[in-house]
């Protein structure tokens, strides 16, 4: 009777010890997350993109005629004076080599010219004879007029053909200087590089000088050659004189406005700030990297001094920036991390804790950057939220501070 009564304690204290590991295994554990509180501060709402620091005037310079361009000395960062400082000199082409039907006809033209010119001169000796004869005819005509022996009509005939041979002469003159003309042309389109006449005589050459104060930004021709007129030599502007270009996608360009303040910073050096100069009015369509056409507008911003600018002189023409354009602010608003906010029933939810359990809440946000939102209502000042809550988390659900390192 006694073994019985000690086996039926020792089996009741195992099948307890048994439910007791079961309730332990089993019981709902708190889920560990992060917390964080609700404060008051500024949400600034901006438009971040890249965009490419520039030279606000810059000057390209152009050969003004066709020529051979001496070999530019300049090199960027070279500083240049207004009608002072030497940026280019242009020299007269060479002749072009000619091939051998072009020669043939060239050469056919010089005979043919040659030949015209001495038609001219023919002509102009039979216009002189003609005139010499004329004023002999007239010198006779006036002694016999003055005798009586000849009629006034007869006189004033002989001083006609005297005029009309003056006439005649002046025309064959002008002939032949046309064609001497014409075989100096002919002669000069024979001329060929290496030919003595070639490089008979100086060679003119047509200075170029910098057009403004400034300083060299690129030289697009450096080495020697033949260029036409317009041909684009030097880029001139001071870099001291910088703006910023920004192209943003239409739908997010109509939400900047002309004056906004911008950060600008990813150059290398320290934060610097802007203004938004100009919303150019007009889009242009650029492909993304994507193959997708999109309309972007260019947005121009100027640099502001303040006194954390002074590495602002490193910052040059060319450089890729990053900026962030300001298009709202609210300052000293309640706020939470944008990590404690997610979706349901399409709307901004939130897990706040209440007796160390999540109560689903739906609190109305108003503005939102990539860090805070804005609570505008929905949950007290003293709030504790659920940062990034998990899968396990739930309505009602026992959460519990996460340890450190875990």
Request: charged share 30%; proline share 5%; hydrophobic share 45%.
């Amino acid at each position: 009777m006694r073994a019985s009564w000690k086996r039926a304690i020792f089996i009741s204290v195992l099948a307890a010890a048994f439910v007791g590991a079961l309730l332990i295994a089993f019981w709902p554990r708190a889920v560990p997350v992060d917390f964080a509180s609700l404060d008051r501060g500024e949400i600034v709402v901006t438009v971040d993109a890249e965009g490419i620091a520039r030279v606000r005037d810059v000057y390209t310079v152009a050969a003004p005629l066709a020529g051979r361009l001496a070999r530019i000395e300049l090199r960027p960062g070279d500083a240049v004076e207004t009608q002072s400082t030497l940026l280019a000199s242009i020299e007269e082409m060479d002749p072009s080599f000619l091939d051998a039907r072009t020669r043939a006809e060239t050469e056919a033209r010089l005979h043919a010219a040659e030949a015209a010119l001495a038609l001219a001169r023919a002509e102009h000796d039979q216009a002189q004879a003609y005139l010499d004869f004329a004023r002999v005819e007239l010198r006779r005509r006036q002694e016999l007029h003055a005798r009586g022996a000849t009629t006034t009509r007869s006189l004033e005939e002989a001083q006609l053909d005297v005029r009309t041979g003056e006439a005649r002469v002046a025309t064959a003159e002008a002939a032949v200087r046309m064609r001497v003309s014409e075989l100096e042309s002919a002669r000069a389109a024979l001329i060929e590089p290496g030919s003595p006449d070639a490089v008979a005589g100086p060679r003119c050459c047509v200075p170029i000088r910098a057009p403004v104060d400034g300083t060299v930004l690129r030289v697009l021709q450096e080495s020697e050659t033949v260029v036409q007129a317009g041909t684009p030599l030097v880029e001139i502007g001071d870099p001291t004189n910088l703006e910023i270009r920004v192209d943003l996608p239409s739908r997010e360009a109509v939400n900047v406005q002309p004056g906004a303040r911008v950060t600008i910073e990813g150059w290398g050096g320290s934060s610097l700030a802007g203004e938004v100069r100009r919303v150019e009015p007009s889009a242009f369509t650029r492909v993304s990297a994507l193959g997708i056409e999109e309309q972007r507008v260019n947005v121009l911003i100027d640099l502001v001094e303040t006194a954390e600018s002074e590495q602002r002189d490193r910052l040059g023409h060319g450089y890729r920036v990053m900026t962030h354009i300001e298009i709202d602010r609210a300052d000293e608003v309640l706020r939470v991390p944008v990590g404690a906010l997610f979706r349901a029933d399409d709307r901004w939810a939130v897990f706040q804790r209440e007796d160390d359990r999540a109560v689903l809440a739906y609190p109305e946000i108003g503005l939102m950057n990539d860090r805070f939102a804005e609570i505008a209502s929905g949950l007290p000042q003293d709030a504790v939220v659920i940062l990034h809550p998990s899968d396990g988390v739930d309505d009602q659900t026992r959460v519990a501070a996460r340890e450190v390192g875990r």
